[in-house]
Every structure is written in structure tokens, then in C-alpha cells.
């Protein structure tokens, strides 16, 4: 059984919350030894993240807590007193990587600045991930995900309309911190294997926003169109959405008609006519969006989502259901590919979570024999490794 590409590296997260964390996990899910250091009086700031919590009432279990934190071990250090001081620097020593999301200055207050925790480590690869970046005009401002989307611009192009501002509806610029922090580190790694020199890592959550401006990005830099929220259309496509079919509101269906052919090829699996009056390109069709939708309704509005479904895969067109999460979760696509694993909880037992997102593959002449890392820990109840790690800090283990 593989150990993950990872396997022999050591990861020390002193993060909370999700952006930190999410690159822990990450980090763990790809074989890297992870210890998470955690405030001992509460842990981690999400273990109390409810209301949904799993588990007996005395030892219950925030399930925000075990998205993001399995695949570690916990340790719980006071960084103010002596002895918290005194493992944190062994640790240091011993990693690395090192996962910190304080407020600009906090580590530095500590007594771990970057450069005492490359002086103690000089091949250390430090990730630093923040809510505004770490300098500039606003350097120092606390970030949380909702507070980003907003700021960076997400929310400005995301809901029902122009007038409708929404939050995406999972964390995403905590996550996309998370993600973009172990890429930087995964690079800083590899150029260590050339340096043998350590490297800071910064990002930010309004980073990881802009970052994924894409076409958006461009439509108002190049273009000079400020984008709106477009509910669930393209904005440079059309039809390209969710289009109701028969059932009311719950038969509805996803759709991609991303060129001419495709075109063609749906007009002629519905009955349109392809050459009609603002339809005959992209352009007059996203022009016409209304006029574009309503006819692609009326072409559905006889037929179950199911019915549709096998007229567009018969015509080759890109589509699709919307997916509540248990039916996510209970889809054998989805089963096939890794996306949900079981682990042995010390306090709730066996429990499923979302699994990694990377698969791993060894070629060759008899074929590919995947190889990704697979014996996955539950998240820790805090200072659950705390002996063991201190063992390993002493050299008795």
C-alpha cells in the first residue's frame, strides 16, 4: 500500500478555521506527516463551530472541525508559556513545513518570526496565509470567507441578477487559500532539492478570489464591462444554463451548448430552427438570452429531466442534473472516484467523509496500478498525540 507521494515529510499547522487547515489536510491526504498545534483551553476555533455536532453531548464533535482535519495528529500548546515555546521549537526543527493564518504580527509577538523559524530551520518551508495579504494599505485587516468574496468582487457577479448579491455557497476563498498555499509550498519543496535553502510562502483569501476572476477579469480590464450576476446563464454563452423541463420546480436541467455545432445539433434533436430570428450565432443568442431560454423551456416543457437527459446524450450535448449532497454522496460516479471515505473516530466510530481529490498512478508494460494513498485517520479529538509526539521530540520513538 502506498504512503502517499508525501510520505517522510513532516507538516506542522498552526492554522485555524479552514484556509490553513484545508492545506493541512491536503498535505496529510498526500502522506505528509501533519501535527496540528492547537490552543489547549478550546482547540481549534471550529471545534465549536455548531450547531451540527455528532457524538455523546461530553465529547461532541463539531462536523465543521472534521472537514478539514483529518489525516493529522493534535498536540495542544500553550505558545505563551515556556514549554509551549520549547516543543513549538523543536517542532520547528524537525519540519518541513510550517502552516500559520495569524493576524500579520502574531507569530512575530510570539517569538516566531520567519526569520527565527528559519534560523532554527534553515531548509523550512513556510506557509503564511492571511486575509488581505500580509503588507499593503490594509495588510493587517482580519479575513474571514464571506468578508472576501464581497471584497475581492465574487459576490458582485454572483446571484439571481444584477440586484441580487450572493455568497458562493461553500467557503471558497477559504479553500482557495488552502489550495493555492500547497501549491506555493509543493513549488518552494522542489526548489529546495536544488538550494537546500528554505522559502516563505505568503497568500491571501482576496488573492484566491482574484485569482479565479477569469473570463470576469477580463471582461472588465480588457472589455471595459463591469460584470452582474447572471443567475444560473453563461454570460459569453448561450443556451448554456438551468432550463426547466416538465415537473415543476424540481424538473430542471443542465445544459452546455458551447459552440455552433452543438447548436445545431440541439436545434435539430428539439425541433428549432437554428437560422431563427436572434439565434444564429453565440453573439445574438447571449443578446437574446430571454427569448433563447423560453424556447428552449417550451422545446423541454413536455418531457421529464430524465426524457431530456437521453435527447441530449443522444444529440451529444453536454448536460446534467443538480445533485442535492446525499445524492452526491450515494452516486456511483462519484463512489468510483474516491470522493467519499470512511474513518474510525475514537469517540463517534465509523464515520464518511468527502475524500481527496487526487488520484495516484503507477505505469507500466502490464498497465497502470493506482497507487494513492488510501488509509486515511479520522480527525483528532484534541491533544489525542500529544504523548506520542512529545516521545518523538525526546527520541524515544
Known amino acids: 500500500m502506498s504512503q502517499g507521494p508525501l510520505n517522510g515529510y513532516t507538516v506542522v499547522d ?48 463539531a462536523t465543521y472541525f472534521l472537514a478539514c482535519n483529518r489525516n493529522k495528529e ?7 508559556s515556556e514549554d509551549g515555546k520549547h516543543v513549538l521549537e523543536e517542532l520547528i526543527k524537525r519540519a518541513d513545513v510550517v502552516i500559520e493564518n495569524f493576524r500579520t504580527g502574531v507569530m ?20 503564511s496565509i492571511t486575509g488581505f495579504g500580509h503588507d499593503g ?7 474571514y470567507d464571506q468578508i472576501a ?48 535553502k528554505g522559502k516563505i510562502v505568503r ?23 463591469t460584470p452582474k450576476p447572471n443567475g444560473n446563464h453563461h454570460p459569453a454563452l448561450s443556451p448554456y444554463g438551468l432550463f426547466r423541463c416538465k415537473g415543476g420546480e424540481g424538473g430542471a436541467v443542465q445544459m452546455s451548448v458551447g459552440n455552433q455545432s452543438l447548436w445545431q445539433k440541439f436545434c435539430n434533436a428539439f425541433g428549432l430552427d437554428p437560422e431563427a430570428d436572434g439565434m444564429a450565432d453565440n453573439d445574438a443568442r ?38 442535492t449532497l446525499d445524492e452526491v454522496y450515494e452516486w ?37 496500478v493506482e497507487t494513492t494513498f488510501s488509509e486515511h485517520k479520522a480527525p483528532p479529538v484534541l491533544n489525542a498525540d500529544s504523548e506520542a509526539i512529545r516521545a518523538w521530540l525526546d527520541g524515544e520513538a
Open 14 to 61: 498552526l492554522s485555524r478555521a479552514l484556509a490553513g487547515p484545508h492545506a493541512g489536510q491536503i498535505f496529510g491526504d498526500l502522506g505528509a506527516r501533519v501535527i496540528k498545534v492547537e490552543n489547549p483551553t478550546s482547540g481549534d476555533d471550529t471545534r465549536s463551530w455548531g450547531p451540527q455536532y455528532v457524538g455523546p453531548e461530553d465529547q461532541k464533535q
Open 108 to 127: 512575530d509577538r510570539l517569538g516566531f518570526s520567519t526569520q527565527r523559524c528559519l534560523e532554527l530551520n534553515p531548509r523550512l518551508v513556510i506557509l
Open 149 to 196: 468574496q464581497g471584497e475581492a468582487g465574487l459576490m458582485s457577479v454572483t446571484g439571481s441578477g444584477p440586484d441580487d448579491f450572493q455568497r458562493v455557497g461553500v467557503p471558497i476563498a477559504d479553500l482557495l487559500g488552502g489550495i493555492n498555499g500547497t501549491l506555493g509550498v509543493l513549488a518552494a519543496l522542489l526548489e529546495r532539492e536544488r538550494t537546500g
Open 332 to 368: 456511483d460516479q462519484a463512489l468510483s472516484q474516491g470522493l467519499k471515505i470512511t474513518v474510525d473516530h475514537p469517540v463517534v466510530g465509523d464515520m464518511d467523509l468527502a475524500g481527496p481529490v487526487l488520484r495516484f498512478f503507477d505505469g507500466g508494460e502490464e498497465g497502470e
Open 286 to 323: 447571449v443578446k437574446n438570452r430571454e427569448a433563447v431560454t423560453a424556447a428552449v423551456e417550451g422545446a423541454f416543457a413536455d418531457l421529464d429531466s430524465e426524457e431530456v437527459l437521453a435527447k441530449l446524450s443522444e444529440a451529444g450535448i453536454p448536460a446534467g442534473v443538480v445533485r
Open 137 to 143: 494599505p490594509e495588510g493587517g485587516r482580519a479575513g
Open 203 to 225: 497568500t491571501s483569501l482576496i488573492a484566491g478570489i482574484v485569482g479565479v476572476h477569469a473570463f470576469q477579469a477580463t471582461s472588465q480590464l480588457v472589455g471595459g464591462v
Open 74 to 80: 493534535s498536540i495542544a500548546l500553550d505558545l505563551k
